[in-house]
C-alpha cells in the first residue's frame, strides 16, 4: 500500500469537505466516542421517526480517514431503517472507504460506526455486547 | 559529539521500514538503546539473576551489589545522595507517589496546587486527581502565545502559597526549556515545596538537584537510552523521611508483627516488593553511556538538531511551528497545512521515518494550541542532520500526496 493509494482524491474531498457535517437542534439520540491514543473524536446525531433515519449529522475533529469515514457512513444511513445499524458492520464501512487500511489506522476508520452503533443501540435500548 | 559515531551502538538503527533504513523522530517517547545497555541486561539475567537484599549466597549478594552500585551512579548522575533515590516504575508513578504521600498530607480543603498549562498527563492528572478528593484547587500558570511561561503570572500565583508547585523542566511538546533555577528561588520566596518533572531534561541536558534545589524531582529510565519499567524520584532526605509509605509489603520494612510494621531506612521504604533489578542496573549502564560522552556534548549536538530542523521545517510554506523556537530542545511540534498529523505520520512512515502524531499526552495543552493534533519530531544522540534532511524530503512528498 502507498500513501498515494490511501489518500485518494475522494478521500481527500471527503476530508476538506466533510458531509452531513455539523449539529441539529433537536437529535433523537446522539453519541459522542473519542480515540484516547489520538484524540479524535466523533460525535453522530440521529434524528428517527418511525424507525426511519431522516435526518444524521457528526461534528468532531480527526484525521482524513476518520472523517472521510464518518462522511461515508452518514451518507450511507440516511433515509435507512435504525435496525439496520445492527447489520452495518466493519466490513460495510471498509467497503464504504475502499481503500486500504492499515492496521494501526483501522481505529481511525471505525470511530464513527462505533458512535453511530452506540446511538442506535442506545436508541432501540439495547447493549452493544 | 558525533552522532555518526554513537549510531554503531544502537542495532535497531540498522533496521528496515517499508524498506527504507529507518530513521527514528520520536525519542522523546522513548529513546532507543545502545548494545552496552542490552548486554547489562542480558548478562545479569545469565549470570547474576537471583533477588536482592535477601538471601546470604554469592548471587544476592552480587546482584545487591550490583542494584545498589546502579543507585549511586544515577544520584551522582544528578549531584544526589544514593539514599535521596527511590526507584520507580516510571516518571508517572513518581509523581503519583508523592500526589498519594507527600500531597495528600499537605493539601486539604480550599488549599491550592499550582501546576502549569504545558504539563503531561502524567504532572497534572494526579494533581487534578488530589484536587478534587481533597476539595482543594487546582492553579495552572498559564503558557503564553510564544509557548513559554508566563512568569509575572507565576509569581502571582506563588503569592497565594500554593501547598505544593508542579511543573515540567522541558516541554514535552513545544521542547521549551523553562527557567526551573529562577522558578524554584520564587517558590523558596514563599515558602512553596517544589516538584520537577525532569522527564524530558535529565536524558539530554546536565542537571544538578543541589545547584536547581528542587524539593523532588522525577524521571524514566526509558528515555535516556535505558530499559523501560524503571523510573526514579529523587527527594530532599527530610521530605523523605517524614512521608509516609506509598506501597507497603515486602523489603520496605524493618520488622514486622501480626499487628505492627516499622518502615525500613531510606530509600528502600518507598521500594516495596521486588523492584525491577535487571532494569535498574540496565539504566545504570544508561548512565555511564551518557557520562562517558558528556550531557553538555549531548545538549550541544540536540541544541544544533533543533535550529538545524527549525531552519529546514522554516522553509516549507505551509508548515506551521509550536513553540518559541528560542531555549528549545530536542522537541518541535508542527502541522502541515490542513492536514492532520496522523495523516502526514502515516505518509512519513512510508519513507521508514518514525515521527509522533496526537496530542502528546498533553491535550489540554494541545488544543491550547487550537489544533487537534500536531506532528511532533524529536532527537537524540543519534540523531544527525541526514536523519532531519530525510524527514525534511518525506514532509515535502505528503505536500503532494495531500495536493498542497
Known amino acids: 500500500m502507498t500513501a498515494e493509494e490511501m489518500y485518494q482524491e475522494i478521500i481527500l474531498d471527503y476530508y476538506r469537505n466533510p458531509k452531513n457535517f455539523g449539529t441539529m437542534q433537536h437529535p433523537t439520540v446522539a453519541f459522542r466516542d473519542s480515540n484516547p491514543s489520538c484524540g479524535d473524536i466523533i460525535e453522530m446525531q440521529l434524528e428517527i421517526k418511525d424507525e426511519s433515519i431522516r435526518d444524521i449529522k457528526f461534528l468532531g475533529k480527526g484525521c482524513a480517514i476518520s472523517i472521510a469515514s464518518a462522511s461515508l457512513i452518514t451518507e450511507e444511513l440516511k433515509g435507512k431503517n435504525i435496525q439496520e445499524i445492527k447489520n452495518f458492520n466493519k466490513e460495510k464501512v471498509l467497503k464504504l472507504l475502499a481503500i486500504p487500511i492499515s492496521g494501526i489506522r483501522l481505529k481511525c476508520a471505525l470511530l464513527a460506526l462505533k458512535a453511530v452503533k452506540m446511538a442506535a443501540y442506545n436508541y432501540l435500548g439495547e447493549n452493544n455486547d | ?404
Open chain 2, 1 to 404: 559529539m558525533a552522532a555518526i559515531d554513537v549510531r554503531k551502538d544502537f542495532p535497531i538503527l540498522k533496521r528496515k521500514v517499508h524498506e527504507k533504513k529507518l530513521i527514528y523522530l520520536d525519542s522523546a517517547a522513548t529513546s532507543q538503546k545502545p548494545i552496552q545497555v542490552i548486554n547489562t541486561i542480558t548478562d545479569f539475567y545469565k549470570n547474576y539473576n537471583t533477588n536482592i537484599h535477601r538471601a546470604l549466597h554469592t548471587l544476592s549478594d552480587e546482584a545487591t551489589t550490583l542494584y545498589e552500585t546502579a543507585r549511586k551512579k544515577i544520584a551522582s548522575f544528578i549531584n544526589a545522595n544514593p539514599e535521596e533515590i527511590i526507584f520507580t516504575k516510571n516518571a508517572t508513578e513518581g509523581l503519583n507517589l508523592l500526589a498519594f504521600t507527600f500531597g495528600k498530607d499537605r493539601v486539604k480543603e480550599n488549599d491550592i496546587i499550582l501546576v502549569t498549562e504545558m504539563e503531561h498527563h502524567s504532572n497534572l492528572v494526579p494533581w487534578q486527581q488530589l484536587a478534587k478528593q481533597q476539595k482543594a484547587k487546582l492553579s495552572f500558570i498559564p503558557v503564553t502565545a510564544e509557548g513559554k511561561l508566563d512568569l509575572e503570572t507565576a509569581e502571582n500565583l506563588l503569592k497565594q502559597k500554593p501547598k505544593l508547585f508542579a511543573f515540567t523542566h522541558v516541554s514535552n511538546v513545544l521542547g521549551t526549556i523553562n527557567p526551573a533555577k529562577q522558578l524554584i528561588e520564587l517558590a523558596k520566596k514563599y515558602n512553596v515545596p517544589t516538584i520537577l518533572d525532569a522527564s524530558q531534561s535529565v536524558p539530554h541536558m546536565p542537571v544538578d538537584v543541589r545547584d536547581l534545589d528542587c524539593d523532588f524531582l522525577v524521571f524514566s529510565g526509558h528515555k535516556m537510552l535505558g530499559p523501560t519499567g524503571i523510573g526514579v524520584l529523587y527527594g530532599k532526605k527530610q521530605h523523605l523521611q517524614n512521608m509516609n509509605p506509598f506501597l507497603t509489603g515486602g523489603d520496605m520494612i524493618k520488622e514486622v508483627s501480626y499487628t505492627e510494621t516499622s518502615w525500613n531506612d531510606l530509600p528502600w521504604k518507598f521500594e516495596a516488593g521486588t523492584p525491577p533489578i535487571a532494569e535498574v542496573i540496565g539504566l545504570g549502564a544508561a548512565v555511564d553511556y551518557l557520562q562517558k560522552i558528556g550531557m553538555k556534548s549531548i545538549q550541544d549536538h540536540e541544541q544544533e538538531l533543533t535550529a538545524y530542523a527549525l531552519e529546514q521545517l522554516q522553509k516549507i510554506k505551509q508548515v506551521k511551528i509550536y513553540g518559541s523556537q528560542q531555549e528549545q530542545i530536542g522537541v518541535i511540534a508542527f502541522n502541515l497545512a490542513d492536514i492532520h498529523a496522523h495523516d502526514l505520520a502515516t505518509v512519513v512512515d512510508e519513507e521508514g521515518i518514525a515521527i509522533r502524531s496526537g496530542h502528546h499526552c498533553a491535550q489540554p495543552l494541545v488544543e491550547k494550541l487550537g489544533v487537534p493534533a500536531t506532528a511532533r519530531m524529536s532527537f537524540y544522540i543519534y540523531t544527525t542532520k541526514k536523519d532531519i534532511d530525510k524527514a525534511i524530503k518525506a514532509i515535502k512528498k505528503a505536500k503532494k500526496v495531500f495536493k498542497l
